[in-house]
């Protein structure tokens, strides 16, 4: 028996007649020959708006029965789903997290999957052809509904997938991974194939067609994802753990942008790691989020420089004010700037990608506030219009 | 252990307004010393909503998938009643059907309870103050979800007490049972007391502050029922097997009005039994609700006269005019008529009550155009004008 899992995004199922089509999507499936495993998200905006009617009623609700309420939204969109496939004569049942028994952990609105009882599974499976089972969600030892917390469904579907050993495809309202937001650079390319570590640098930058926590999951069982639009029958993207080997990695896999960010500059610090820890520690402490951090050891002093989103500039210097005074040290802010980043796993291989990148920014006269790099990626702190500037460039040198 | 059942219905928990008043309520309970079951009905219209949503997908959902989408109603009303309690420091905790464990028939969207896990509940009341349970419905032996029907709320609340052995308090918008709708006779008595038998003609004559299916189930097992208004303190009425003695029994308990009735009258026909089962039979198979059959057999011919609701003339004209053609006979409509209902166990061991109703109708000058009667029930069809003026004539003579 042929089983795939196919789950569609909420905005997939938004209405009736969205349903309707994910319906038909799911028919055309088994007429192929499959029994279809289909995981669905809360219709639309349905989860946004069952979290404010909770805080309707209390500032802080309960997250035991916070799940309670959420869980309700999948509930419902599977039933419409199978209530469409029943008109078009499939026979199909929707199930919650109680039947499908999807046992997690008791750590409400942000469980983890333990285990998925997969004879339940197979045995619903000989009954019915399709099988419609309620995303983000699932049900602890002592018979608690959880949630899984941001992209759950992403991960309902590649552990149901991974459970049954079968391939696994991601509907959404993105028809598969571009190496970039096409809104940046019109022209750019939509990957017919990418490696879990890619999908996860770009899950991580902000691609919204799959959750990071299911590629791992996919990575770690070996789960072939298929990215896709629900409203066209484009072809999408493969997500895999190794490209097919006629095809040539690509070394750059995508380029993304992050506006609004500062530059925050402590010149002439003590040489001292405790300092630094100490100054990290505060802004941690006032949930700011620090990226590109840059240390350079200069004889007798340190010099820190690093970006922090503009929104929070004025924590940080509340912040800095106080700590830096006890160090008699100076720092400044600069921008507002772009952090320009491209990934790709085929950097590990390929030698010059960093020079090929700081070449391409020197052609074009931009002079970086500042570069960080990991194994498989690159970041350059420029003036915005530079950085709208680079995106073409850049997608021209690396064949985005 | 003093266990109480509180059964809130939807207009009770429309808003988080009204759904933090109810927590209060229960609050109270709580205080004077009592482990509450709360069963609480979906929001407001939400139910209406909800079927409307699987009516834009399919004109006839699946009856298992419907139940499937309906049961999140109270799953979320319910839990935003335990967040409620906890913001008033109240350990609470909400359950559906599944962690209940309601049995019911296979009947979907109109199944019976089969049995309540009574051990599963104790355990539940040893552990929390409040457990708030979504009425109207419950799961199949092999764990699908089943809804009860209209007035579902008000079984589970019955059956959860039967159970429990507790009392049932009913909570709606109405503050208790009266003889009348206060709209017709705003001097109308609310009781202290009524009975079951009462109750169930009460109800079955549109009092909305019980649902018959409830009454049964208290009748069955003697749960003591208090029905009240959610909005005020109000003193309710109680629901019993016998008034208290020290309470001397009315003889009427209630008085209603039905409007837009036709009187049909069929005169001449064969004195055939056949015949006349054959008529009804025919309406029967229309949908066409038949009330007050009036037959009268006179020497080689049957009269018979009854009521249909204006609405629905048009059909009984054409049904009538195909099948009376064969026996060769005449009918006639007449109407618009109001129909007045008084009831009252108190009837069966009072005589004259019918007489006492007569008289009355005769020193208002007005003549009925059907009457039928029943051991604790007398209906008389007349116009709509005298109906209105008959009401406080009656509320006077039997104390209402």
């Known amino acids: 028996m042929a089983v795939i899992v196919q789950k569609y995004g909420g905005s997939s199922v938004a209405d009736s007649v969205r349903i309707k089509n994910v319906a038909r999507r799911i028919a055309r499936k088994v007429k192929e020959g499959f029994k279809v495993v289909s995981v669905v998200s809360a219709m639309g905006k349905t989860t946004d708006q069952l979290i404010s009617l909770a805080k309707s009623v209390s500032v802080n609700p309960n997250e035991r029965e916070l799940d309670m309420v959420l869980v309700t939204g999948e509930q419902v969109s599977c039933a419409l789903v199978a209530i469409a496939l029943r008109d078009l004569g499939i026979n199909a049942i929707s199930l919650n997290a109680f039947q499908t028994k999807i046992l997690t952990t008791r750590n409400h609105t942000n469980a983890r999957i333990v285990d998925i009882n997969s004879e339940n599974l197979k045995s ?22 959880t949630t899984l917390g941001r992209g759950g469904s992403d991960t309902s579907a590649v552990a149901l997938a991974a459970k049954l050993g079968c391939d696994c495809e991601i509907y959404s309202d993105v028809s598969g991974v571009f190496s970039c937001d096409p809104k940046l650079y019109p022209k750019t390319r939509k990957w017919k194939y990418v490696t879990y570590d890619d999908m996860l640098e770009l899950a991580a930058m902000g691609a919204r067609v799959l959750h990071s926590r299911a590629v791992e999951i996919a ?3 070996n789960v072939k994802i298929y990215c896709a639009s629900s409203f066209t029958d484009e072809e999408g993207t493969w997500v895999v753990e190794r490209l097919p080997e006629w095809l040539e990695e690509p070394v750059v896999t995508g380029i993304s942008l992050d506006e609004n960010q500062m530059k925050v500059s402590i010149t002439n610090l003590p040489n001292d790691a405790n300092v630094i820890s100490d100054i990290f520690k505060r802004v941690a402490e006032k949930e700011i989020n620090v990226d590109m951090i840059s240390l350079v050891k200069n004889g007798e002093a340190t010099h820190v420089s690093f970006t922090v989103i503009s929104d929070r500039a004025n924590g940080v210097k509340e912040l800095l004010d106080q700590t830096l005074s006890v160090y008699g040290v100076k720092y400044r802010f ?4 772009t952090k320009i980043t491209v990934v790709g796993t085929g950097m590990r291989s390929s030698y010059g990608v960093a020079s090929r990148f700081l070449e391409l920014l020197a052609s074009e006269g931009v002079e970086p506030e500042l570069i960080t790099t990991s194994e498989i990626k690159i970041s350059a702190l420029v003036s915005e219009e530079s950085a709208h500037r680079l995106v073409e460039k850049i997608c021209n040198e690396f064949e985005l």
């Open 124 to 145: 619903y499976l000989k009954n019915y052809d399709v099988i419609v089972i309620t995303g983000f969600q699932g049900i602890t030892e002592d018979e608690h509904f």
């Open 334 to 337: 600069y921008g507002r700037f």
């Open 219 to 221: 990575k770690k069982y």
